[in-house]
């Protein structure tokens, strides 16, 4: 008997620690802030309990000792090979956040010591989208040319038109005066006649006079 005794209790603190070694506790958990594939911040916080026990997660950005706000809260269910829930979290380096687990009545504390972001930041892989290439102007720059018309050349360009003359005949040189004072081509004849007929007329009045003072002296 005494001996069917010492098996069962040693059967029974096998069974309790075995027990103990299978239960939730906070050291199956731990979190690190590192960068996404796109170069994004996140909290990564990881569950091995083999126990499988749903546990809440909630992490806490600090700042001087005190909880500066809520990054998020998500639940995990452990794993042995490691379940993990991820944060989005643009950190800056360096900086420091709180990560609590909350199991049931088993676990409610801290992952300690507290997470730290590394000391560079995140570096963006995105490409940045191509702008969009101007659609070329529907009016031409004044250096242009429109197609099919001639550039005017200097001397083009800076000659004056000709006058457009009259296309009557011009009169001849030596008419042009007797056209504006209304004589002709006879007015030279016409002259020399009468300058004729005063030369008879004074000769024929001298002669008179002549004749008719010698018949008065006779």
């Keep these: 008997m005494r001996i069917l005794g010492v098996a069962s209790a040693t059967a029974a603190l096998a069974l309790g620690v075995a027990g103990n070694a299978l239960a939730c506790n906070i050291g199956d958990f731990s979190a690190v802030a590192s960068c996404d594939d796109n170069g994004k911040g996140i909290i990564t916080v990881t569950d091995t309990d083999a126990s499988g026990k749903e546990a809440t997660v909630s992490v806490y950005l600090e700042s001087n000792g005190a909880d500066a706000r809520l990054v998020g809260t998500q639940t995990v269910t452990g794993t042995k090979e490691g379940a993990t829930v991820t944060f989005s979290e643009d950190w800056a380096p360096k900086a420091e956040y709180r990560v609590h687990i909350k199991a049931g009545d088993i676990v409610d504390k801290d992952i300690s010591p507290n997470t730290t972001a590394p000391s560079e930041a995140c570096k963006s892989t995105e490409t940045p989208s191509p702008s969009e290439t101007p659609k070329p102007s529907e009016t031409p720059s004044p250096s242009e040319t429109p197609s099919g018309s001639a550039t005017p050349s200097a001397s083009e ?31 030279p004849m016409i002259a020399g006649i ?19 003072g010698a018949s008065k002296s006779s």
């Design 194 to 212: 009468a300058g004729a007929l005063v030369v008879v007329g004074g000769g024929a009045v001298f002669f008179g006079m002549r004749r008719r």
């Design 157 to 187: 360009s800076t000659t004056a038109p000709a006058t457009t003359g009259d296309n009557s005949p011009s009169p001849a040189a030596g008419d042009s005066n007797l056209a504006e004072t209304g004589a002709n081509s006879n007015t």
